[in-house]
């Protein structure tokens, strides 16, 4: 059963501390994507990778970090520099980066709230 | 700037209407729109895909357009049923950028 899946579903920050927010894919996608989404607002891009070992900053970078040490795997830490993290956030999959015949796969995403 | 805005913010219409949802964008140099559905608290699923060098494309009671030039896509939902009830998201490739509007929110009663 193909697809993408993110853990937790619901996860809680205390002032100061790191979090990191799971993603993993098994549909053998070279492209994956990290993104937070606001009430009433489109989803925004914080980090996207296009191949293993390597990652760009997105429109909202700051206050979050990421790695890409396997291809299924693309975790996110959201940093204490982040001072509004309370969002939804959604991990992404795509072949490649730049196709426009390719869509991109959405997972369930987790929804991050301050204590 | 690369804005996409979606019209309306909500719509609500009995079942069995037909309807259209509104997406526009401000930088034509795309590579596609995509439009998709999301469900509350979940992840987002893709409808369709239109490629810059397309007009439209249909998959079932959906039906997407794309008018480049004037900066505009439509999505039209024949004979809506309560489970058309999402959020839908239009969204526009520039590059390696998918760039999203902020959703309709679409309410289909029984």
């Known amino acids: 059963d193909g697809g993408i899946t993110q853990s937790p579903k619901y996860l809680f920050r205390k002032e100061g501390q790191n979090v990191t927010l799971s993603c993993e894919q098994n549909?053998?996608?070279?492209?994956m994507y990290w993104y937070r989404q606001d009430p009433g607002q489109g989803l925004r891009l914080i980090y996207y990778s296009q191949i293993v070992n390597d990652f760009q900053k997105g429109d909202i970078a700051e206050g979050y970090s990421v790695s890409r040490e396997k291809k299924e795997s693309f975790p996110l830490t959201v940093t204490s520099a982040q001072k509004n993290p309370t969002a939804f956030y959604l991990c992404?999959?795509?072949?490649?980066?730049?196709?426009?015949?390719?869509?991109?796969?959405f997972g369930p995403g987790t929804r991050l709230l301050v204590l | 700037k690369q804005e996409v805005t979606q019209i309306p913010a909500a719509l609500s219409v009995p079942e069995g209407e037909n309807l259209v949802l509104n997406c526009s964008f401000t930088?034509?140099?795309?590579?596609?729109l995509q439009w998709f559905r999301q469900d509350p608290g979940k992840g987002l699923t893709s409808l369709l895909l239109i490629q810059s060098s397309q007009r439209e494309q249909t998959s079932g009671r959906l039906n997407a357009s794309l008018d480049k030039s004037s900066g505009r896509s439509t999505l039209y939902i024949a004979a809506s049923q309560p489970g058309d009830s999402a959020t839908y998201l239009c969204?526009?490739?520039?590059?390696?950028?998918?760039?999203f509007g902020a959703g309709t929110i679409l309410r289909v009663k029984s």
């Open positions: 992404a999959s795509s072949i490649q980066t730049t196709t426009s015949k390719e869509t991109q796969y």
């Open positions: 549909l053998n996608h070279d492209a």
């Open positions: 930088d034509s140099a795309i590579y596609n």
């Open positions: 969204a526009v490739l520039y590059g390696n950028k998918l760039v």
